[in-house]
């Protein structure tokens, strides 16, 4: 069974800094995909980012970036230039390849951004 | 348009109730899913339909029933509701199975309070 971990419960960065949350995962699969999902205060489930693990490129939305490390199972969130707006919880996702397409979720880091 | 829309939104009742939530999606999508969201934010899979078909129907008590009348819907009947049903539960949909990880798309949550 795939796990996914997300050590950092809550981190707190000030506005216009860059924050990385972390994310890890442990599975025997070689192909899946990974994502970033956000959850505001408003309860809404966001995408963020999505990563296919054939893909040794760094996806990019805008000011979000991850960082994945196939071998080493790691996939981290970098935001660059926070904004209020992006005070949420942060969850990581793993989906294999093929078959049901369940979404396996970490616990979630929940970020703040200060001004 | 909203494209995944759940009702009710919020939804307090007393224990031993049964009561059912609904959800749509206007995103022509083939999957849709049922996810629940506990106290501690921690998201689970709890059904996933594809074109009408159960496909995932994880360890979830039988007082749980899914029904998909057509594609563009899936609600979720339970009956006899019990303290610990107190959540969020939140549909989702994606396009179909079998072609990579393709994103969920949520709804904005049902929270689900028992008395």
């Known amino acids: 069974a795939q796990t996914v971990t997300q050590s950092q419960p809550e981190m707190s960065v000030q506005e216009a800094e860059t924050v990385t949350l972390s994310c890890t995962y442990d599975?025997?699969?070689?192909?899946?995909?990974l994502f970033w999902y956000k959850q505001p205060p408003s309860r809404q489930m966001i995408l963020v980012i999505r990563q296919e693990a054939y893909k040794q490129q760094n996806a990019t939305e805008n000011r979000f970036s991850v960082n994945f490390q196939k071998a080493a199972k790691s996939f981290s969130l970098k935001i660059s230039d926070s904004q209020l707006g992006d005070t949420a919880m942060y969850f990581c996702?793993?989906?294999?390849?093929?078959?049901?397409?369940?979404?396996?979720f970490g616990k979630g880091t929940k970020l703040t951004v200060n001004p | 348009d909203t494209a995944v829309s759940q009702t009710p939104k919020y939804l307090v009742t007393q224990m031993g109730n049964d009561k059912s939530i609904k959800c749509e999606q206007n995103l022509g999508h083939d999957t849709m899913y049922w996810y629940k969201q506990d106290s501690k934010k921690f998201l689970k899979i709890m059904f996933s339909?594809?074109?009408?078909?159960?496909?995932i129907n994880e360890t979830v008590p039988n007082r749980f029933s899914p029904k998909s009348p057509d594609k563009a819907h899936l609600n979720l009947h339970i009956n006899s509701l019990e303290l610990g049903d107190s959540a969020v539960y939140f549909c989702?949909?994606?396009?179909?199975?079998?072609?990579?990880?393709?994103?969920?798309?949520f709804g904005d949550g049902t929270r689900l309070s028992i008395l």
């Open positions: 989702a949909s994606s396009r179909t199975l079998g072609q990579g990880g393709q994103p969920q798309h």
């Open positions: 339909y594809n074109n009408k078909e159960l496909i």
């Open positions: 599975t025997s699969e070689s192909n899946y995909y």
């Open positions: 996702a793993f989906v294999r390849q093929g078959g049901s397409e369940k979404l396996v």
